[in-house]
Nanobody
Framework: QVQLVESGGGLVQAGGSLRLSCAAS????????MGWFRQAPGKEREFVAA????????DYADSVKGRFAISRDNAKNTVFLQMNSLKPEDTAVYSC?????????????????WGQGTQVTVSS
């Protein structure tokens, strides 16, 4: 089993930055691809970013490309999401997820472990 705990969310003004962390415990996530998803009130959960097992491959939703950066520190069993130039439409609960596969994946159904999420609110 893998337990994931997100942190770093909060309230920020438009144009600001936040850095989310996802700490894994239990089994290592070293051999697992990781992803970040978000869900805004009244909307479906959507893909934000993903990173492969080594950190060598990343990809992003078009809506965050150029503003967000996903990274990982396998020695610390942690994944990060650096969010810059935040917009009010980025407001959502952000959740990290791990999948029992090396490669990135864009759909929530492909992930086996999920954190509880952290709230990000961007004011205009």
């Amino acid at each position: 089993q893998v337990q994931l705990v997100e942190s770093g969310g909060g309230l920020v003004q438009a144009g600001g930055s936040l850095r989310l962390s996802c700490a894994a415990s239990g089994r290592t996530v070293r051999g697992k691809a990781m992803g970040w998803f978000r869900q805004a009130p009244g909307k479906e959960r959507e893909f934000v970013a993903a990173i492969n097992w080594s950190g060598g491959t990343t990809d992003y939703a078009d809506s965050v490309k150029g503003r967000f950066a996903i990274s990982r520190d396998n020695a610390k069993n942690t994944v990060f999401l650096q969010m810059n130039s935040l917009k009010p439409e980025d407001t959502a609960v952000y959740s990290c997820a791990a999948r029992s596969d090396l490669d990135i994946y864009y759909y929530a159904k492909g992930y086996d472990y999920w954190g509880q999420g952290t709230q990000v609110t961007v004011s205009s």
